[in-house]
């Protein structure tokens, strides 16, 4: 078995623990101790994950808490909305809680996401835990109390910011998912060495196989990595008043990408992310910002582990460029009409720019078909 680690947030009176190993839902009321004793405990899990970690998450919970509960939702996008929401609130009130209640989310970033949001509403704000079961939501979603719901002008538009108590990142938890979700998680791992981690990058351009293969310390290695490097960001700037904006490498390209694709399923989340980084750095290499080399070896990587780097070989390769820009001007971290790029300077530095040559952007995609 793998040593497990714990890092922390440190968020003064908001801090948490970010606990990562094997095992680690089946021994939850040891490794949560008073977190969890004597309280009401209400599992919000998604529908796919409950007959698989359900069980051993309610026996620890069992052994520790007053009461537990658990509450299924659908499995994908379409429960982060606000009739989600509100069913959800509903029946959890049902249950007669009271602010002792502590929700626990089982699933990806849809759960977490929806559970966090609900736990920030839910009787003006009750605590609540992370409990991550696909790579994205282990190395980004559940770190950094980002919560909410999709709204019918666009993703992610109604939320708050709401810290989890902890974060119990499984490695056991994704032996279950599928090939491709671990495939569209591990993006997003690329993208904690591109932003800031040049060491890191490396690292994955030697052992990314090794995490795709699911080997075990390199899969716990990867996670640690990239919770600490999100960690690090979010105590700098809980809020996004700057700093944190780095997260969004790829992302203006991503969330357009998503955006024509409908959110259905056709393109997931971190596998627009793969094609946003890797567009991001074609921009980067056309503004002169950074080199071919370190471009190529972007491409590479992420070609190499079967992320899209092309918008010719995307699902969303159809959409013009007018639709895409489009699509950018109306991002949320658009300012008064304004694309916003994270701009790499080459692999391990990257800036946020809010003035970026339309020209050069078309120039861009273009030589992508
Ligand atoms: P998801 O929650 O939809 O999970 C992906 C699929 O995997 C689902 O079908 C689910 O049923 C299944 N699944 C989950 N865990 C499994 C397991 N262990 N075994 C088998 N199947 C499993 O998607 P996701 O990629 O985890 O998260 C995407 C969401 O996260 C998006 O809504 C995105 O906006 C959000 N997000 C939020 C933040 C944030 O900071 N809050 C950051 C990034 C992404």
């Known amino acids: 078995m793998q040593k497990e680690s714990k890092l922390t947030v440190g968020l003064g009176a908001r801090a948490y623990d970010i606990h990562v190993g094997r095992g680690l839902i089946g021994r939850a009321d040891d490794i949560l101790g008073d977190m969890l004793a004597d309280r009401h405990v209400v599992i919000i899990n998604d529908a796919a994950v409950a007959p698989l970690h359900l ?18 939702v659908p499995s994908g996008e379409a429960s982060k ?25 089982l699933g990806g970033g849809v759960i977490g996401d929806l559970a966090g949001f609900a736990a920030a509403s839910l009787l003006r704000g009750v605590d609540f835990i992370q409990v991550p079961t696909t790579l994205l939501a282990q190395v980004d ?27 119990l990142a499984d490695m056991a938890s994704l032996d279950t998912l599928a090939d491709r979700e671990l495939r569209a998680g591990y993006a997003e791992v690329v993208k904690y060495g591109l932003l800031g981690d040049a060491a890191f990058f490396e690292w994955l351009e030697a052992n990314g196989t090794g995490v795709m293969a699911r080997d075990d310390a390199a899969l716990a290695h990867a ?33 357009a990408l998503e955006a024509v694709c409908g959110y259905d399923g056709t393109l997931l989340h971190g596998e627009a992310v793969g094609t946003g980084m890797a567009l991001a750095y074609d921009l980067a290499s056309a503004l002169q910002l950074c080199t071919g080399q ?28 007018d639709q895409l820009i489009d699509i950018m001007r109306r991002d ?38």
Do not use: W, Y
């Open 55 to 72: 069980p051993a998450l309610k026996a620890a919970c069992e052994r520790a808490c007053r009461r537990v509960d658990s509450l299924t």
């Open 81 to 105: 909305s606000m009739p989600a929401l509100a069913t959800l609130l509903e029946d959890i009130l049902a249950l007669g809680v009271d602010r002792d209640v502590v929700l626990v989310a």
């Open 141 to 167: 979603s559940s770190v950094g109390g980002k919560t909410g719901v999709n709204a019918a002008a666009g993703k992610n538009l109604i939320g708050a910011f709401h810290q989890p108590r902890a974060v």
């Open 223 to 255: 996670v640690t990595t990239s919770c600490q490097a999100k960690a690090r960001i979010v105590e700098a700037d809980e809020r996004e008043a700057g700093q944190r904006a780095l997260l969004n490498l790829g992302h203006t390209f991503a969330h």
């Open 294 to 321: 370190d471009r190529g070896r972007v491409h590479a990587h992420l070609a190499g582990c079967g992320l899209v780097t092309r918008l010719a070989d995307s699902p969303a390769a159809d959409a013009s460029n």
């Open 332 to 369: 949320k971290k658009a300012r008064r009409g304004q694309m916003r790029f994270v701009v790499p300077r080459g692999i391990g530095n990257s800036f946020v720019s809010d003035d970026v040559p339309e020209e050069t952007l078309r120039t861009v995609l273009d030589d992508s078909r």
